[in-house]
């Protein structure tokens, strides 16, 4: 099998279903950006600090496929092939690794600037991509249909990686540097 079909040369692509859409079009932007977190994920996964939660980060990569399929999917369109879906326990499994995170480091009294240590500054590209993700999400679903609980995981996921990001700065011995505005 060929990774290349040309039959995108022409600046279309194919949902599931069967429709052509230009791909500048907001549904590809928003699966399309959905992937590049995925990448970002799998980037804080390598990191040597994250070893023992490689599994919940490879867990969040799968249920970023399940959102990039559904993304993928024509709303409009019945399709036989069989996608997998979201759960809410998946939203749950995040919330409770946030709780569990955020038990391990001191309290927050101020806005943190990103950085400290190189993988903990992957982490925090990861959590704005999430935002990005997010907020192309909510822009989609303006016009087109979008499962409420994908906005909802993707919401939580960029909790879930700020959480992170705090834990690894701990784990790592970075300094969290607090955000002084000057006024």
Same mark, same amino acid.
């Given at each position: @099998?060929?990774?290349y079909t040309k039959t995108g040369d022409k600046g279309t692509t194919a949902l599931i279903g069967g429709t052509r859409v230009p791909k500048s079009h907001l549904r590809i932007e928003v699966y399309g950006t959905v992937d590049e977190l995925n990448s970002y994920?799998?980037?804080?996964?390598?990191?040597? +600090?994250?070893?023992?939660?490689?599994?919940?980060?490879?867990?969040?990569?799968?249920?970023l496929f399940t959102i990039g399929s559904t993304l993928a999917t024509d709303p409009d369109k019945h399709t036989k092939m069989v996608t997998?879906?979201?759960?809410?326990?998946?939203?749950?499994?995040?919330?409770?690794?946030?709780?569990?995170?955020t038990a391990a480091v001191p309290p927050l009294r101020a806005f943190i600037l990103p950085g400290g240590h190189q993988s +903990?500054?992957?982490?925090? +590209?990861?959590?704005?991509v999430c935002r990005r993700?997010?907020?192309?999400?909510?822009?989609?679903?303006?016009?087109?249909?979008?499962?409420?609980?994908?906005?909802?995981y993707l919401n939580r996921l960029?909790?879930?990686?700020?959480?992170?990001?705090? +834990? @690894?700065?701990?784990?790592?011995?970075?300094?969290?540097?607090?955000?002084?505005?000057r006024l």
């Open positions: @099998m060929k990774i994920i799998g980037l804080v996964r390598d990191q040597e +600090v994250n070893r023992s939660r490689a599994d919940i980060l490879k867990e969040i990569q799968d249920r997998p879906d979201l759960h809410e326990e998946d939203v749950v499994l995040l919330e409770q690794e946030i709780d569990k995170y +903990v500054s992957f982490c925090h +590209v990861a959590r704005c993700a997010e907020r192309l999400a909510i822009g989609l679903q303006e016009e087109s249909p979008v499962d409420d609980l994908v906005i909802k960029s909790d879930y990686l700020f959480a992170l990001c705090r +834990v @690894m700065s701990q784990e790592l011995g970075a300094e969290e540097i607090a955000w002084k505005p």
